[in-house]
């Protein structure tokens, strides 16, 4: 079985402060896990991915994420927020069932 | 290279109604999928073709029917539409079917059972 938790449902930060969003995953078997971003009424986009290289992974747009096994975790980070990083995030894990299992989503909010 | 397209963008049906979703890919991948977004909830897996030819039940597919019409297209059917059906449908294809391998979306159909 595989699941992911997302740890805030809602993020604000000011433009040009660091972002952090949290993700748990639990998965019987080494996963995948990716970050997309939905940004309003468009379908999802591929932020980035781990797939068992290298536990930091860099994604698009700034964005990168480190694999921790030990604390069976995957946060996103980006050291300085613009206003076009507004949108919804989504951490997914990916396992033996070869089927996709996505968090519940947080919503990023950039005040200027 | 379109990606992946959905037809319609937006759709309002009334209960016990049918409809078909469509979904095509122009990047010749094997793998399609259907899932459907509510409010707080993530994707949900509905129905999934790992390859031309076959077609398996996802999360949840009660309510649904599906079609793999060739390598390009997946379609999604609602027999008898439910209020409970009220969603964003999202369609989605990989390269194979793996569990590394990265899903691209389209950019949805809103559909509302009234």
């Known amino acids: 079985a595989q699941s992911v938790t997302q740890l805030d449902s809602h993020v604000s930060v000011s433009e040009g402060t660091p972002v952090l969003l949290r993700c748990n995953y639990s998965?019987?078997?080494?996963?995948?896990l990716f970050w997309y971003v939905q940004h309003p009424n468009k379908g999802l986009q591929l932020l980035l991915k781990?797939?068992?290289?290298?536990?930091l992974v860099k994604g698009i747009n700034g964005f990168e994420a480190e694999f921790k096994k030990s604390e069976t975790s995957f946060h996103l980070t980006k050291p300085s927020a613009h206003m076009s990083d507004a949108a919804e995030y989504f951490c997914?894990?990916?396992?033996?069932?070869?089927?996709?299992?996505f968090g519940s989503g947080t919503q990023l909010t950039v005040l200027p | 290279n379109a990606g992946v397209t959905q037809t319609p963008k937006f759709q309002v049906l009334k209960t016990g109604q049918s409809m078909t979703l469509q979904c095509a890919q122009d990047?010749?991948?094997?793998?399609m999928y259907w899932y459907r977004q509510d409010p707080g909830m993530g994707l949900r897996l509905i129905y999934y073709?790992?390859?031309?030819?076959?077609?398996d039940k996802g999360e949840v597919p009660n309510g649904y029917n599906v079609s793999r019409l060739n390598k390009r297209e997946f379609s999604l059917r609602l027999e008898s539409a439910a209020p409970s059906q009220t969603s964003v449908y999202f369609c989605?294809?990989?390269?194979?079917?793996?569990?590394?391998?990265?899903?691209?979306f389209g950019p949805g159909t809103r559909l509302l059972v009234l």
């Open positions: 989605a294809s990989s390269e194979d079917w793996d569990f590394q391998e990265t899903q691209y």
């Open positions: 998965s019987s078997y080494s996963p995948s």
């Open positions: 781990y797939t068992s290289a290298a536990t």
């Open positions: 997914v894990v990916s396992g033996s069932a070869r089927q996709l299992t």
């Open positions: 990047m010749n991948h094997n793998s």
């Open positions: 073709s790992a390859s031309e030819g076959t077609t």
